[in-house]
């Protein structure tokens, strides 16, 4: 990799696989885009179709112990936070499942008192009538928590390691449980024994060298098939977008280089789930469609109550921590602080239609916990 210096797995559990040398080759190699884009959509084709798997997140709680600079959660953040009652997370996803949504993300910030394993138990079985498919992305958890999820009804585990680069994860976690690397690491592999049938990987770029992290990933993605062959394997790089803090990301990715990896990533694992969120704009969504995407969130909101409005009776700010209540001038049509601004904005109908336009078919829902008894 020209101007990376090191190997990019240094200090890391992982060896470099024959699909990560792949993986390299085809992303810093001199295969022109264009041809790199036609090879990947035909791999997408032949295997997956002409399917688009859609999902929403729905925000349990914004609530978090941490204290990391990029994220709009983060605890020192003087932020409009609130934890939604299971109640009010059923009345969030029977409005999704109202929009046609047969596939959601339990989304929350880590906090072990406002967010602890039966609350988590719970709102999965809240969701669980209402969507066939449940996956969670929560702070990482120990294998016997994580049977406990799964016994309720998950079926996804979502955990982005968001830097692979100790160095720079070290200086971007300041405080916080979340300042293990190690734990958070090892957490697939904990959720893949606790028995998840679909474990989403991923790094979030801007935080370090995107070039490293990519290359990381993929030596992520590689090793959890060869330890984790039985479950299904997705990766995502989100692209830093602006959130409460003002944060900057620290390395910048061009577009075109952010084809090119979504390219590369398909190439060198040609059956592995490729996610992209809404945080990416409109048009470079609808172009990577064909080129080896085969998930999409759609009509996303990142904020507790972001659908329907319930929690906001229980607004409160945080400040160095410490809960403190909201004045009375700020309450009136106040809601929750989002985790970071999206900006694809169409709603899954759009989406839906604008697939269909591009010749592709959106998948609502692709599995049943009726196939395993």
Not at 91 to 103: D, I, S, T, Y
Not at 155 to 184: C, T, W
Not at 304 to 328: D, Q, S, W
Not at 357 to 367: A, E, H, Y
């Amino acid at each position: 990799m020209s101007g990376t210096p090191g190997d990019p797995l240094e200090g890391l559990p992982f060896a470099r696989s024959a699909a990560v040398e792949k993986f390299e080759d085809w992303m810093f190699g001199s295969t022109r885009l264009e041809e790199l884009a036609e090879r990947a959509r035909l791999e997408t084709r032949k295997n997956f179709g002409r399917t688009m798997r859609l999902f929403a997140p729905l925000y349990l709680s914004n609530e978090c112990v941490n204290t990391c600079k990029y994220c709009g959660f983060s605890k020192d953040n003087p932020i409009r936070r609130v934890t939604l009652t299971p109640d009010e997370v059923e009345m969030e996803g029977k409005h999704l499942a109202g929009v046609g949504f047969r596939n959601v993300l339990l989304v929350s910030g880590e906090h072990p008192k406002e967010v602890p394993v039966p609350y988590l138990a719970e709102t999965v079985r809240r969701c669980v009538g209402l969507f066939p498919s449940v996956a969670i992305e929560v702070a990482p958890l120990e294998t016997n928590e994580y049977r406990e999820i799964v016994a309720a009804g998950a079926e996804g585990l979502v955990l982005y390691q968001e830097s692979y680069d100790r160095a720079a994860y070290a200086e971007m976690h300041i405080s916080g449980p979340k300042r293990n690397f190690d734990e958070r690491l090892e957490g697939p592999e904990r959720g893949y024994q606790a028995g998840f049938r679909r474990i989403g990987l991923g790094v979030l770029v801007g935080l370090a060298d995107w070039r490293r992290e990519l290359v990381a990933l993929a030596a992520h993605v590689s090793h959890l098939m060869k330890v984790g062959w039985r479950s299904q394997i997705t990766l995502a790089l989100p692209r830093l977008r602006p959130a409460a803090g003002g944060f900057q990301p620290r390395v910048a990715m061009s577009d075109r280089d952010f084809v090119r990896s979504i390219c590369a990533f398909r190439l060198a694992f040609p059956q592995v789930g490729i996610v992209l969120s809404t945080r990416e704009p409109m048009r470079l969504r609808d172009g990577l469609m064909e080129l080896g995407v085969t998930m999409m969130s759609a009509g996303s909101e990142t904020d507790p109550g972001g659908y329907t409005g319930v929690g906001k009776g229980r607004l409160h700010r945080t400040v160095r921590g410490r809960e403190v209540a909201l004045e009375a001038g700020e309450r009136e049509g106040a809601q929750a602080t989002e985790q970071f601004e999206i900006s694809d904005e169409r709603s899954a109908v759009d989406l839906s239609l604008a697939l269909r336009k591009r010749g592709l078919d959106p998948v609502w829902k692709d599995w049943d916990r009726a196939l395993v008894g």
